[in-house]
């Protein structure tokens, strides 16, 4: 049975190491260090390992701050794994540990390569308007995610769909090709295939300024941005000085949406719903969260807040 390192942090690749130790030998797993989480900034082990800490007893899980080191290097070569495995690792894989395995450093990436190469191709995808993306794995090599594709399956984007859901959707995609690509490729039945870089579009990774909504946008960019930053880091606006978090939205683009002579960022009432006057359209309100308070719908929170409707929001506090 093929040996298997694998490496990853994030939920997105728990389905991932689940579906290698139910086919293959796992020989450990390595993750990045604990981090601070949580308003008491407490030590956190990523999802990954807590995963194999909790379903893969023995299997070791190292934890490097960096793989740049010889001796860290010469940790994983003592491993002897066939091949390696990598899904959202959150560390560039520099060439010695590239040209460790035999069967080569194997990827999970969040999109159809060569589009939405980079940190973050599920928000990318839907703020963009993308209706389909999916999943690629391909052989690294020293660009960011240029190496050749192995395999690739695809997934629609629904309305209203997420960066957190689709990354859910797409996690359990990415496991069931995985372990369907990795025995063709040991094989030797698959010939992988160069990517067409003329074809290729980049993404960087999501910041916290990302959630921040310029009402000068279109309703339906701003739409996209509030599911492409939901979980993290939230599409927020400014209501009397507190931060407003928009969780869920909805773009009205028909003809007749929005008021003559209405300045962008005011908040109005059409057809009983709440909306916010945008560059083009309105954007409808489903669901806010004020600064310290719980998550409400909007209809609740105007019954709390009357002088809500009417009001400005803005980019930045005052």
């Known amino acids: 049975m093929p040996r298997i390192l ?40 990523s999802p990954v390992k807590q995963f194999a800490l909790a379903h893969l007893p023995g299997i070791p899980v190292l934890q490097p701050e960096t793989l740049k080191p010889p001796e860290a290097v010469a940790q994983l070569r003592e491993l002897a794994p066939d091949a390696i495995v990598v899904a959202a690792f959150g560390q560039i894989l520099r060439r010695n540990v590239l040209d460790l395995p035999p069967h080569k450093c194997i990827n999970v990436h969040a999109s159809i390569l060569p589009r939405w190469r980079g940190a973050s191709p599920i928000s990318a995808a839907i703020a963009a308007g993308d209706l389909v993306t999916g999943v690629t794995i391909m052989l690294m090599e020293a660009g960011l995610d240029t190496g050749p594709i192995l395999t690739q399956r695809h997934a629609p984007i629904l309305p209203d769909d997420t960066t957190g859901t689709l990354a859910d959707k797409l996690a359990q995609v990415g496991a069931d090709l995985l372990v369907e690509t990795l025995p063709r490729w040991f094989d030797g039945e698959i010939a992988p295939q160069v990517q067409n870089n003329a074809l290729s579009t980049q993404c960087e990774r999501l910041l916290k300024e990302d959630g921040v909504i310029r009402w000068t946008r279109s309703a339906i960019e701003i739409e996209r941005q509030v599911r492409a930053v939901t979980p993290w880091p939230g599409a927020t606006t400014v209501w009397q000085g507190r931060q407003l978090q928009i969780k869920r939205a909805r773009a009205r683009v028909a003809a007749g949406t929005g008021q003559s002579g209405i300045e962008t960022g005011v908040v109005i009432e059409e057809d009983r719903a709440v909306c916010v006057q945008c560059g083009e359209g309105t954007l409808e309100l489903i669901e806010v969260q004020l600064e310290g308070k719980r998550s409400v719908t909007s209809a609740e929170f105007t019954r709390g807040q009357r002088q809500f409707i009417g009001s400005k929001l803005d980019a930045n506090p005052k």
């Open 6 to 45: 694998f490496m990853g942090t994030p939920q997105f690749a728990v389905p991932s190491l689940a579906a290698l130790s139910q086919h293959f030998d796992v020989v450990a797993v390595v993750t990045q260090p604990d981090a601070p989480a949580g308003r008491g900034r407490t030590l956190t082990p």
